[in-house]
């Protein structure tokens, strides 16, 4: 059965971001304690004498199968990291839950496969913020969304759901699969929303006025020119300049004024190493610059 996500921001005060911010912090421990205990399974498989002539085998599906008994046997199987999270879990079980808990071992693990079947070269640490999402399994327990309202371990936060938004109202209607927090750094701050898996195809847009699909799927030839921070699209009906990643802090300019300031400063604090007209003086080898 098709999904689709509904996004919708939590109207959020102080007390509650910081309750969120610490709840992220927590998960991403909870990661990095995952991923160290994946590589640390991992390292002692591929020092045993049976993984090496299970690696010199044909590549064919016996190859598999004694691979896949070897991560039984090492721990490097998903169940196996849901039994390693739970003594964590239960630690922090006033502000993640055992499901949580579990769909943070599970992004873990699938991170892990990667690097296991060479896909990448390496799997790497979260830092401190680098961890923005967090997601339950149902909407049943854990991470839910109850009656417009995000409901997690005694924390519950309203979601902004204008009147206006008929698209918001029809998809609320399909059943919540399960739901995941998101925190976005936007304009200098920290702001969450809460994004719900719903079953079905999402609602058709209905133009009020004209009573046409919004969005529909049309014809006609359209160019598209990308740049580097606008893309322009120009069709017969309708031509449009947008910004790629507007919520990006533009610093170019802050940068070019820091420079010249740097620039400025070593010139003035290395004259002997200048010409009259502002060029170096390569032939000037007696001292270093100083900043």
Known sequence: ?????????????????????????????????????????????????????????????????EFNKLNKKYGLTEYSLHKYVKPMQHYFKKNIDSFTAQKIATRAFRAFEKYMFLESKKVYFKKYGELNSLEGKSNGTGIKFQDDKLVWNKLEISAIIKKSDEYAQMALENKIKYCRILRRFIRGKYKYYIQLVLEG?????????????????????????????TIAISSEADTKLLELAPDVNYIEKEKRLLLRKLDRQRRANNPNKYNEDGTIKRENKDSVFVN
Not at 18 to 25: E, G, S
Not at 45 to 60: A, H, I, S
């Open 201 to 229: 195809m999402p609602p058709i847009k209905i133009n009020k006025k004209t009573g046409e699909i919004k969005n529909s799927i049309g014809s006609g030839r359209v160019g598209i020119d990308i740049g580097t921070q």
């Open 1 to 65: 059965m098709s999904n689709f996500v509904l996004t919708l921001e939590l109207k959020t005060e102080k007390w509650q971001e910081d309750i969120l911010d610490k709840r992220f912090n927590i998960g991403r421990q909870i990661y990095n304690a995952c991923l160290g205990e994946l590589y640390k399974r991992y390292n002692t498989m591929t020092q045993r004498k049976e993984y090496n002539k299970v690696l010199e085998m044909p590549k064919d599906k016996d190859r598999n199968k």
